[in-house]
């Protein structure tokens, strides 16, 4: 799967260094302030760290909102 793809330590997480890594590749550099706005919305539990049901509502949103 996509998320698969960008949990290069296979834990079931996207940990802060793997989201800017994806941010890089996808969008290029985000300011450290952009990247706490991201996960502030992204991350519902505030562990820093975006898991599988987060990445999916997350995206699943983003998704429905351009259709």
Same mark, same amino acid.
Request: charged share 30%; net charge negative; aromatic share 14%.
């Given at each position: 799967? &996509?998320?698969? *793809? $960008? ?6 997480? @996207?940990? @802060?260094? =793997? ?5 890089? *590749? ?6 450290? =302030?952009?990247?706490? @706005? ?10 820093? &760290?975006?898991?599988?049901? =987060?990445?999916?509502?997350? $995206?699943?949103?983003? @998704?429905?909102?351009?259709?």
């Amino acid at each position: 799967s &996509c998320f698969d *793809t $960008f949990d290069k330590t296979n834990d079931g997480t @996207l940990d @802060l260094k =793997e989201i800017k890594n994806i941010v890089k *590749t996808v969008t290029g550099n985000w300011s450290r =302030e952009e990247i706490d @706005l991201f996960m502030q919305n992204v991350d519902k539990d505030n562990d820093w &760290c975006i898991d599988f049901d =987060e990445f999916i509502f997350h $995206f699943a949103s983003n @998704l429905q909102s351009h259709i």
